[in-house]
């Protein structure tokens, strides 16, 4: 799912994300300043699970991402993945 702010990216309302995916797209028309990701761990909803083949209610991985530029939120997305076939790596390092 992504929620695109018509406000900042007015062009998105008549874009065709057939042949450019939305993220390449957004990427050119407005770059972003910063990004919150939110990880959990669900249970997928009847539609999810109908779109990833599986039960309802199975484990699932959920990201929420929320972009910003300049202080104005350009996008949020939520993207769900089958808890069995995805993890999430991340790397640290001090500054």
């Known amino acids: 799912d992504r929620i695109i702010n018509l406000a900042v990216v007015p062009g998105a309302e008549t874009a065709s994300f057939e042949t450019e995916p939305a993220g390449s ?3 050119r028309q407005v ?3 910063s990004a919150q990701h939110t ?8 539609a999810d699970a109908r779109l990833l083949k599986m039960h309802a209610g199975s484990p699932c ?3 929420e991402r929320l972009t910003q530029s300049g202080g104005r939120s350009v ?9 069995d076939r995805h993890q999430v790596t991340a790397t640290f390092e001090p500054r």
């Not at 990880?39 to 009847?46: C, L, N, P």
């Not at 996008?75 to 808890?83: K, N």
């Open 25 to 27: 797209w957004l990427l």
């Open 75 to 83: 996008t949020f997305a939520r993207l769900c993945y089958p808890g």
């Open 31 to 33: 770059p972003w300043s």
């Open 61 to 63: 991985l959920e990201i």
């Open 39 to 46: 990880i959990r761990a669900v249970g997928a909803s009847a």
